[in-house]
């Protein structure tokens, strides 16, 4: 079975994902902002979702974390909790 660990930033609007985008594409620090603007509790711990199985989070958030590209910040990406950016940290399978 396919796993992967990634880090996310979860908001409740397209804006202020985009705007956080931008300070992460300024050479922000990921954990900070997440531990700053995140409303998942993950937020935390820097994002940290740690590792998991494909499907066991929503299939819009499973789509990048098992098909883009790694180590690299995808987003706004909309599921039923708000917006998410989204790195993908690393995936075996």
Known sequence: MATAAAV???VKSEQ???EILKQLKQGKNFAA?????????SGKR???LG????GQM?????DVVFKKEVL???????TKFGYHLIKT???NG
């Not at 902002?33 to 509790?41: G, Y």
């Not at 929503?58 to 499973?62: A, G, I, L, M």
């Not at 690299?72 to 909309?78: D, F, N, Y």
């Open 8 to 10: 996310h930033i979860l």
């Open 16 to 18: 202020e994902a985009l």
């Open 33 to 41: 902002l997440a531990k700053k603007h995140s409303l998942c509790p």
């Open 46 to 48: 820097g994002g940290d």
């Open 58 to 62: 929503v299939k819009q958030f499973d």
């Open 89 to 91: 940290l690393y995936r």
């Open 51 to 54: 590792e998991f199985r494909r």
């Open 72 to 78: 690299t910040v995808h987003g706004p990406v909309k």
